[in-house]
């Protein structure tokens, strides 16, 4: 894995052709929430400062393959120029005439950010033109872009291929995920507890079968629970399933032991809009109620293994948190890692609805790192390593 940072290089009068994740919601043109471009500043200020000239790109949305004004980056260019204090120079295109020239007018210490990369199909099809079209606007590649780094995109892998020879490094962001999920894996302070829910045990089969190798305890929550409660022949009623999984998810357990640890009780309703909730225990799910939230036992018993822990990950909430009545078994989740952390523990959360959980909660200044990407968080836990950044120096 990439080690050099753009700490290790030389930017002064370079051109530092760098991939960042702007793609932040909007509503027009307001962007709502600006974590992840705060989250990109000080590799920014520091090639900058340095006197670099920094050309920044990203993605934004799912545009069909064409330019697409609602996914336009402007507003990402101008809210950047407030937060530094300086202008940003936006281009109408990210490769051709319109991004070239503005490059190429370029001093030292200026800003260009360049416009939605998947307003051309071939970004997401790591298209080898495409690739070399952003690689000539760089003496220096950097990759700040966690998010994204699981993905083999023209601007994440293509690029950084075609820049080699050229200082290709990481920025600061990527460097603190890959700590904290790094050290998380490869050597944890224990015990080590993980965490998983959310709604599919095939999204996080790999995941399951890495941690349980790595941790100590892998407590589950979510809708995929269910899954689990169907391979040990429970009754899960309306319950979100998956059938083809049950297979698997017997094998799971029988690999796990006593390793992986189910709810013992679950919130169950009518419907997910429903207000009339009912505790029910174990797998026995009436045949007319779903489960939407783990219950207070299992609460009770999740909150003292993670006390005990001395390393957390957290990926996935444990129940449909945004609805007040199904957000308990959630909201207990994050206030136990962060009382782990005052007492100590390193603590990870990985991304995605986790992390928009303990951010609505107001804890996330209360834990270790709240990563930036939840599927590239889920992959570096089950791999340990991205190929983009890989071919990095």
Same mark, same amino acid.
């Given at each position: 894995?990439?080690?050099?940072?753009?700490?290790?290089?030389?930017?002064?009068?370079?051109?530092?052709?760098?991939?960042?994740?702007?793609?932040?919601?909007?509503?027009?043109?307001?962007?709502?929430?600006?974590?992840?471009?705060?989250?990109?500043?000080?590799?920014?200020?520091?090639?900058?400062?340095?006197?670099?000239?920094?050309?920044?790109?990203?993605?934004?949305?799912?545009?069909?393959?064409?330019?697409?004004?609602?996914?336009?980056?402007?507003?990402?260019?101008?809210?950047?120029?407030?937060?530094?204090?300086?202008?940003?120079?936006?281009?109408?295109?990210?490769?051709?005439?319109?991004?070239?020239?503005?490059?190429?007018?370029?001093?030292?210490?200026?800003?260009?950010?360049?416009?939605?990369?998947?307003?051309?199909?071939?970004?997401?099809?790591?298209?080898?033109?495409?690739?070399?079209?952003?690689?000539?606007?760089?003496?220096?590649?950097?990759?700040?872009?966690?998010?994204?780094?699981?993905?083999?995109?023209?601007?994440?892998?293509?690029?950084?291929?075609?820049?080699?020879?050229?200082?290709?490094?990481?920025?600061?962001?990527?460097?603190?995920?890959?700590?904290?999920?790094?050290?998380?894996?490869?050597?944890?302070?224990?015990?080590?507890?993980?965490?998983?829910?959310?709604?599919?045990?095939?999204?996080?089969?790999?995941?399951?079968?890495?941690?349980?190798?790595?941790?100590?305890?892998?407590?589950?929550?979510?809708?995929?629970?269910?899954?689990?409660?169907?391979?040990?022949?429970?009754?899960?009623?309306?319950?979100?399933?998956?059938?083809?999984?049950?297979?698997?998810?017997?094998?799971?357990?029988?690999?796990?032991?006593?390793?992986?640890?189910?709810?013992?009780?679950?919130?169950?309703?009518?419907?997910?809009?429903?207000?009339?909730?009912?505790?029910?225990?174990?797998?026995?799910?009436?045949?007319? $109620?779903?489960? &939407?939230?783990? =219950?207070?036992?299992? +609460? *009770? #018993?999740?909150? @003292?293994?993670? /006390?005990? %822990?001395?390393? !957390?990950?957290?990926?996935?909430?444990?129940?449909?948190?945004? $609805?007040?009545? &199904?957000?308990? =078994?959630?909201?207990? +989740? *994050? #206030?136990?890692? @962060?009382?782990? /952390?005052? %007492?100590?523990? !390193?603590?990870?959360?990985?991304?995605?609805?986790?992390?928009?959980?303990?951010?609505?909660?107001?804890?996330?200044?209360?834990?270790?790192?709240?990563?930036?990407?939840?599927?590239?968080?889920?992959?570096?836990?089950?791999?340990?390593?991205?190929?983009?950044?890989?071919?990095?120096?």
């Amino acid at each position: 894995m990439a080690a050099k940072t753009v700490a290790d290089v030389d930017v002064k009068g370079k051109r530092v052709l760098m991939r960042v994740d702007f793609n932040v919601p909007l509503e027009g043109s307001r962007i709502t929430d600006d974590r992840r471009i705060a989250q990109a500043l000080p590799t920014i200020k520091s090639v900058i400062d340095r006197g670099g000239r920094l050309v920044l790109m990203s993605h934004l949305g799912r545009p069909k393959g064409g330019p697409e004004p609602k996914y336009s980056l402007k507003p990402a260019a101008d809210h950047l120029g407030r937060l530094l204090g300086k202008p940003v120079v936006f281009t109408s295109d990210c490769i051709g005439l319109p991004a070239e020239q503005a490059v190429a007018a370029m001093k030292d210490g200026d800003v260009v950010l360049l416009e939605n990369l998947r307003f051309h199909k071939e970004e997401e099809k790591n298209d080898p033109n495409f690739a070399a079209q952003l690689a000539k606007l760089g003496d220096i590649y950097v990759n700040d872009a966690f998010g994204t780094a699981h993905r083999e995109h023209a601007s994440t892998f293509g690029a950084a291929q075609a820049m080699a020879g050229k200082p290709r490094v990481i920025g600061y962001l990527i460097q603190k995920e890959l700590k904290f999920l790094g050290d998380a894996v490869s050597r944890p302070a224990r015990p080590f507890v993980a965490i998983l829910g959310g709604a599919k045990v095939s999204d996080k089969i790999q995941v399951i079968e890495s941690l349980l190798g790595k941790c100590d305890t892998l407590l589950i929550g979510g809708a995929m629970a269910y899954t689990f409660f169907l391979a040990q022949g429970k009754s899960v009623g309306k319950s979100l399933v998956e059938p083809d999984q049950v297979e698997l998810a017997k094998g799971l357990l029988a690999k796990a032991g006593g390793k992986l640890k189910l709810p013992v009780d679950t919130v169950v309703a009518d419907s997910i809009d429903s207000a009339n909730t009912s505790v029910v225990t174990g797998g026995n799910i009436p045949a007319d $109620k779903s489960g &939407f939230d783990i =219950g207070p036992a299992t +609460i *009770a #018993q999740y909150e @003292a293994q993670v /006390t005990k %822990a001395r390393t !957390i990950v957290w990926n996935g909430p444990m129940g449909v948190f945004e $609805k007040p009545q &199904f957000a308990a =078994g959630t909201k207990a +989740i *994050a #206030q136990a890692c @962060a009382a782990a /952390t005052a %007492a100590g523990a !390193i603590t990870v959360i990985g991304g995605g609805d986790s992390a928009a959980a303990i951010e609505q909660m107001g804890l996330s200044s209360k834990v270790s790192h709240v990563s930036t990407g939840g599927g590239a968080s889920l992959e570096f836990l089950e791999s340990g390593h991205f190929s983009t950044l890989d071919i990095l120096d």
